[in-house]
C-alpha cells in the first residue's frame, strides 16, 4: 500500500497497511523516520512478526520528536525475545499498541498429583496453552486465581514433561504448598535474543498512552538509565485473551516484573494505569550503591552493584548518606576491572565475594574525578541521589498482582488501590553497610488490601504491608538514618497478615490521619523474626528520630494483636 501524505504543513501522517496482510509495517515505520516523518500512524490489525537481526523485533534507535500512533494494533512476537526496543530516543509517543506473544512465555494447569514424600507435583496443562516443562512456578488458588496464601519460596524448581500433557515440578517440600486441584502457571523468559515485552534505554521524555502489554519472555516494562522524565498513562499489564483452543482464561501477564524502572535522572510519572497477575513485583523504581575500588589523589574508581546499568555520568552527585558528605563528578571513564589498577587485596576481595556480600560489584569500573577531595578508601560506599529516579510520581493506578510495589527512590505514591499480597515495601535492598538513602517520599490517598500474605521469610525485613525498612547485618536494622523526610498519611489499609505499617531507620517521618482497618485477624507470618520485629503489632516503630504519629485510626482489631502501636529497639 503506498504512503499517504494528508498534512503537509507541520508533519505528515503515515498510513501504513492494516492487517491481517502479509506487509510488515517495521521497514514502512523505518522509511518514514529516515524521510523525517514526525507523525507516523499503524493501520489497526493484527501484526506477527518474526525477528530480522539483532535481540528484538522492531528497534527505535535514536528517533527524536516523533509520535507514533497505534491505536487497534497488536504485535504479536513469534519468536519469545523483545518486541521492541528504544535506544538514546527523546520525546518519542507511543500510542495504543499491544504487545503479545504467540507462542505464550508461559503455560498453566492444574496440579493433579503430589508425591508421597512431598518432592514433587504434577501439573495436567490446560487446553490451549503451551506445553512446555517451563520451571517457573506460581502456586494459586483456584476459586480466587490469584497466589494461594502462605506459600513459600519456590526457587530452584525443575521441571520436566512426563507425559503429552502432564509436567512434573520437582522441588522439596512442594507437594506440601500446592496440593490437587490447585492451580499454577509455570514461565519462562527469551528463548533467543535479548528479554522483556518493552525496553527503554538511555531515554528521555518518552510518553506511552494506552500501551498494554499481555504476556512478556521477561519484564513488561524495563526503562534504565538516561535523563528519564517518561509518561506512562492509560497503560496496562495484564493478561490477554484465551488463546485458540482454551477454555481457561490465561493466569498470568509478565513473566517476571510488570514494569521497572532503574537507575534513572528522573523518575517517571505513572498514572491510570493497570497491572495484574504478573510474575514478580508489580512495579519498582530501583538504584544502585557503588563502592570505591581505588581513591588515588583527586581520582576515585567505582564499581555499581549492578552490573547492568550504565552508572553515574559526568555532572552527577555522589553521596555517602542522606547526611553527606557528597560530591560531585566531573570527568568520566569507564574501564574493565583489570585495568583499573587495584590493589592484589582489592582484587581478592572482589574475587572472592558471593552472591550478596558487600565486595560483590560490577566487573566495569567507573574511574571518576570528584570536586574535591574525598576521604574515601576501598571498602566504602557511595550512591548517586541523580541516578535513582528520584521524583517519580506513582498515581491513580490499580494493582491486583501477586508482587510488591517496591520503592528505592523519593517521589508521590498517591491515589492508588494496592491488591497485593506483598503490598508496598520502602528498602534500598543494599547488603551490609553500603550507602544507601531515600528522601522526599510521600505516600497518601492510597488504599492498600489483602497484603502480609507474601511467602514467609524470617530473615527479611520486610515485614509490614507498608514497610520501610533498612538491615545493616542479617539481625540488625540500621540505626543510622536512611530514609528522611517521609510524610505517610490519609491511607486506608484493610485487612491482610501481620503488621500493617514498619518503620526503621529514618529521620523525620509524618505518619498522620491514616485509617488502620480490620488489622491481626489472621495469623501473622515470621517475616521479620530475626530482626525482633513484633508480628502482633498494628504499627511497629524502630530506631528513628523525628516521628510524628497523629490522627490515625486503629479499627476492629483481631484476636492476633498484642499492644497496636510498638516501638521496637
Known amino acids: 500500500m503506498p504512503l499517504r501524505h494528508s498534512l503537509p504543513c507541520l508533519f505528515s501522517l503515515l498510513i501504513l497497511a492494516s492487517a491481517p496482510g502479509a506487509e510488515d509495517f517495521r521497514p514502512l515505520v523505518n522509511k518514514a523516520l529516515r524521510r523525517g516523518e514526525k507523525r507516523i500512524v499503524i493501520a489497526p490489525g493484527i501484526y506477527r512478526l518474526e525477528p530480522k537481526s539483532g535481540g528484538e523485533l522492531w528497534a527505535l534507535s535514536g528517533v527524536k520528536d516523533v509520535e507514533i500512533i497505534a491505536d487497534g494494533v497488536t504485535l504479536v512476537g513469534a519468536k519469545l525475545m523483545r518486541a521492541i526496543s528504544m535506544h538514546r530516543c527523546s520525546s518519542v509517543v507511543v500510542q495504543g499498541l499491544t504487545v503479545d506473544y504467540d507462542p505464550l512465555p508461559f503455560t498453566q494447569g492444574e496440579v493433579i498429583a503430589g508425591s508421597a514424600d512431598g518432592g514433587s507435583i504434577d501439573v495436567k496443562i490446560h487446553a490451549g496453552y503451551p506445553r512446555k516443562a517451563y520451571s517457573r512456578i506460581d502456586v494459586i488458588d483456584a476459586k480466587t486465581r490469584f497466589r494461594k496464601k502462605g506459600m513459600p519460596f519456590l526457587w530452584g524448581t525443575k521441571a520436566?514433561?512426563?507425559?503429552?500433557?502432564?509436567?512434573?515440578?520437582?522441588?522439596?517440600?512442594?507437594?506440601?504448598?500446592?496440593?490437587?486441584?490447585?492451580?499454577?502457571?509455570?514461565?519462562?523468559?527469551?528463548?533467543?535474543?535479548?528479554p522483556h515485552a518493552i525496553a527503554i534505554d538511555q531515554c528521555e521524555r518518552i510518553t506511552f498512552r494506552n500501551v498494554t502489554v499481555h504476556s512478556a519472555p521477561g519484564m513488561g516494562i524495563l526503562e534504565a538509565d538516561g535523563e528519564g522524565g517518561s509518561v506512562f498513562t492509560g497503560c496496562k499489564i495484564v493478561p490477554g485473551p484465551k488463546p485458540a483452543g482454551a477454555v481457561e482464561e490465561r493466569l498470568l501477564s509478565s513473566s517476571w516484573d510488570a514494569f521497572q524502572s532503574k537507575t534513572m535522572?528522573?523518575?517517571?510519572?505513572?498514572?491510570?494505569?493497570?497491572?495484574a497477575d504478573a510474575g514478580d513485583d508489580s512495579w519498582s523504581v530501583q538504584s544502585s550503591d557503588y563502592m570505591v575500588l581505588k581513591n588515588d589523589g583527586g581520582t576515585v574508581v567505582l564499581a555499581s552493584r549492578d552490573e547492568f546499568t550504565d552508572g553515574v555520568q559526568n555532572g552527577d552527585r555522589v553521596r555517602a548518606g542522606v547526611d553527606g558528605p557528597e560530591w560531585q563528578i566531573t570527568s568520566r571513564k569507564v574501564v574493565a576491572r583489570k585495568d583499573a589498577g587495584l590493589s592484589a587485596e582489592v582484587q581478592e576481595n572482589l574475587g572472592q565475594a558471593k552472591t550478596w556480600d558487600l565486595w560483590h560489584v560490577s566487573p566495569k569500573c567507573h574511574v571518576v574525578t570528584l570536586d574535591r577531595a574525598a576521604e574515601l578508601k576501598p571498602g566504602d560506599c557511595v550512591y548517586s541521589p541523580d541516578r535513582m529516579g528520584n521524583g517519580f510520581v506513582f498515581r491513580n493506578n490499580h494493582v491486583h498482582s501477586p508482587g510488591r510495589i517496591l520503592l528505592k527512590a523519593g517521589g508521590l505514591m498517591e491515589g492508588n488501590l494496592l491488591d497485593t499480597p506483598h503490598a508496598l515495601i520502602v528498602c534500598p535492598e543494599v547488603p551490609g553497610t553500603a550507602a544507601a538513602g531515600i528522601e522526599d517520599l510521600i505516600i497518601r490517598k492510597n488504599v492498600i488490601r489483602n497484603g502480609g500474605w507474601f511467602c514467609a521469610a524470617p530473615w527479611s525485613c520486610q515485614a509490614g504491608i507498608v514497610s520501610m525498612t533498612s538491615s545493616s547485618s542479617s539481625s540488625e536494622l540500621r540505626t543510622k538514618a536512611v530514609f528522611k523526610n517521609v510524610q505517610i498519611e490519609t491511607n486506608v489499609i484493610e485487612g491482610g497478615a501481620g503488621p500493617q505499617l514498619v518503620v526503621s531507620s529514618a529521620e523525620g517521618i509524618i505518619i498522620r490521619h491514616n485509617r488502620f482497618v480490620s488489622p491481626q485477624h489472621d495469623a501473622p507470618p515470621e517475616t521479620g523474626a530475626s530482626y525482633g520485629i513484633a508480628k502482633n503489632a498494628v504499627v511497629w516503630v524502630a530506631k528513628s528520630t523525628g516521628v510524628v504519629n497523629e490522627g490515625n485510626a486503629i479499627e476492629e482489631v483481631g484476636r492476633f494483636a498484642g499492644e497496636a502501636v510498638q516501638v521496637g529497639k
Do not use: F, H, W, Y
Open 160 to 194: 520436566e514433561m512426563i507425559s503429552e500433557d502432564v509436567v512434573r515440578i520437582r522441588r522439596e517440600g512442594i507437594a506440601k504448598a500446592a496440593v490437587i486441584g490447585d492451580l499454577a502457571s509455570l514461565s519462562t523468559g527469551q528463548e533467543t535474543g535479548a
Open 265 to 275: 535522572r528522573k523518575g517517571p510519572l505513572i498514572e491510570n494505569c493497570e497491572i
